[in-house]
């Protein structure tokens, strides 16, 4: 049933995808409809990156949760209990209202279309089909394949984004539980050794994370760029009245929800994993076995180089890799206004 599932799933999208694609290369002929296909095209080419990446790393995924649940990153004593409680209630209302977000956007263009589209006998998007559906029953069937689409690709925004983003925010909670467990050597020297294995498990934790999920996050930047300028260029010809207007902007904020998470959360393991530095060296270390303090030396040095995720090996995960690409999108929406 699975496999059933999985492929119906990479038929919807791809088939959609492809539509839209073929309808960009043989239709299209002026600018306006070109950023009315690109826009969504766009979103759609991502959830096929992204239900590709899910396919591939469904093995990788199992194994880092695995290391979640294993020591010695799992919580064992009460406080570390709650760290990782706290952490996961983050994860959870990130998540709740970015499904929200996501669903009401889509909900809306559904909705939407079958009140203006539907009755005119129109698709709900532009798309080039091997078939005449001006009969009824043909174009119920495309309508509806359509709708489908476009729901399973916002639940695989949803999925895989929620999935990076969850990831990225157990690797804060492993450093805050290391934090708190190195500050408890000065009472149980006898779990340094577990602190020194857990340290290096995070490092390999996050470098595993990163490298299954760099082309998602690449891609994903990528076209948030691309989908913010082209947004801004729909909304000059949009009447700010119509549901169409609407829809625009609730699709940006997707867009800008989705890349701001990666840069956010990205930009949060970075800070705390710097901030280790000083949190060891606020410890009472002078009271510890020599051998135990040249270890901590070695954390310490380690920890200067912060743990960083990147896209296409450069750019880095952060809030100022978020900036960047705003400006970057309003000068490329603002040589396309110039052009026009």
């Known amino acids: 049933m699975y496999d059933v ?28 409809d070109f950023s009315e296909n690109f826009y969504v095209i766009l979103a759609m080419f991502v959830s096929c990156c992204k239900m590709f990446s899910l396919l591939r790393n469904r093995n990788n995924i199992a194994m880092l949760i695995d290391i979640l649940m294993k020591k010695p990153c799992r919580p064992t004593e009460h406080d570390e209990i709650e760290i990782r409680q706290k952490f996961d209630k983050i994860v959870q209302t990130n998540t709740l209202c970015y499904a929200t977000l996501v669903e009401l956007t889509c909900a809306f263009a559904l909705g939407t279309s079958v009140f203006k589209d539907y009755r005119r006998h129109n698709l709900a998007f532009r798309a080039w089909l091997p078939f005449n559906y001006s009969s009824p029953m043909l174009f119920r069937i495309a309508y509806f394949h359509q709708s489908i689409s476009l729901t399973a ?8 984004d929620s999935l990076i983003c969850g990831l990225l925010m157990h690797i804060c909670s492993q450093l805050e539980i290391l934090e708190c467990r190195l500050k408890k050597t000065i009472n149980k020297p006898h779990i340094f ?13 996050a470098l595993i994370a990163n490298e299954k999920f760099r082309l998602t996050i690449t891609v994903q930047f990528l076209v948030s760029m691309l989908v913010v300028c082209f947004n801004l ?86 809030l100022q890799s978020f900036v960047s690409l705003l400006k970057t999108s309003y000068s490329a929406f603002n040589i396309l206004q110039q052009i026009k």
């Open 5 to 32: 599932y999985t492929i119906l799933i990479v038929l919807l999208i791809n088939t959609f995808t492809l539509s839209q694609l073929m309808d960009l290369i043989l239709t299209v002929d002026n600018a306006d």
């Open 153 to 160: 690709g916002s639940m695989l925004h949803l999925a895989c």
């Open 193 to 205: 050794r577990e602190c020194v294995i857990q340290h290096t498990c995070i490092f390999e934790f």
């Open 233 to 318: 260029h729909q909304l000059t010809q949009t009447s700010m009245l119509s549901a169409k207007y609407v829809q625009i902007v609730l699709y940006m904020f997707c867009m800008l929800t989705q890349i701001s998470f990666y840069c956010w959360y990205g930009n949060e393991i970075k800070l705390k994993s710097r901030q280790l530095v000083s949190n060891i060296f606020e410890m009472e270390w002078f009271v510890l076995d020599y051998r135990v303090q040249k270890d901590l030396s070695i954390i310490m040095m380690r920890s200067i180089v912060p743990i960083e995720f990147t896209s296409a090996y450069v750019i880095s995960m952060n």
